[in-house]
């Protein structure tokens, strides 16, 4: 439970007064566990690929050194994984990188279907490798936010690069963007209600401001999440399924990152998914207001 120390006891220069300061290090002990907990996550998954492909190289250095024959499967394999620690070293550094900024608010304005039309773009040949339909689709032709054009960017493309990864072959992903009166109404458009399906807010905006939004929307006909799951997406390598997980390439850390940015920009990610029908997520951020245009010009 909570602990409580004495931090501090002081006799006063004149009058006999003794100060004693409580303090509760719960959040303390908290944030020092999830760090201590990241950085075993983190070697652990960077030692497995890693393993790999030093066992193939003393594979190929001794028993295998005359074997010419196997050693385009073993290569690639050794592909295959240090493909896998260069996607994990770029999240990583994303996520510090985003955590490291995550006290000063973005300051450019940018348009939100520019960017996002732009992130869909770039992974239409994903889409076509799975054979997945990738639609886009706005309300509007210009929702200006106050942002970071590259993190907004990354926020769409991993949660479209998931649709499509989590897809049938041959399913469809849609993508929306809009804008609302208010960030709850947002939030509320941004995952669209799926019949008996379970939903989970995965960041809260911390304002509950009233101000007008954007929100954008990212719906798939995959496998689905169960409900069970739902709340813990945006935790740091927490992957639905490990086995599936195995099949489909993965670091367990886009959501996280997602999380961190919108955290950044003041806005909300949530998820709602239906197991066998398909998953909706939503993120929704504040519409930059007129004045900040104006300054803007
Ligand atoms: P990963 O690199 O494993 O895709 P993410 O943080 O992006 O990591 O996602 C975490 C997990 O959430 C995934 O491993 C997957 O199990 C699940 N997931 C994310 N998006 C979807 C989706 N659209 N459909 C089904 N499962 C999903």
Redesign the pocket.
Known sequence: GDELWLAHLTPGPEKKSVFVIFEDRTAVHRAERARADFLANASHELRTPLTAVSGFIETMLGPARDDRESWDGFLEIMHQQTERMRHLVADLLSLSRIEFSEHRAPDTIIDLCDVTSRSILSLQPLAHDKKVHLDFDTQASDIPITASSDEISQVVQ?LVS??I??SRDGGRVKVMTGTAPSMSEAGRLATRFIDGAGRSILLQPRASSEARAAWVRVE?C????ARKHLSR?GERF????ESR?GEIE???????IVKHIMARHRGGLAVASKEGEG?V?GVWLPIADAESRLTDD
């Open positions: 991993n998931n649709a990864k989590y798939d995959g496998e689905g999440i997406l927490y992957r639905v399924d997980g993965g670091t367990g850390l886009g959501l996280a998953s997520f």
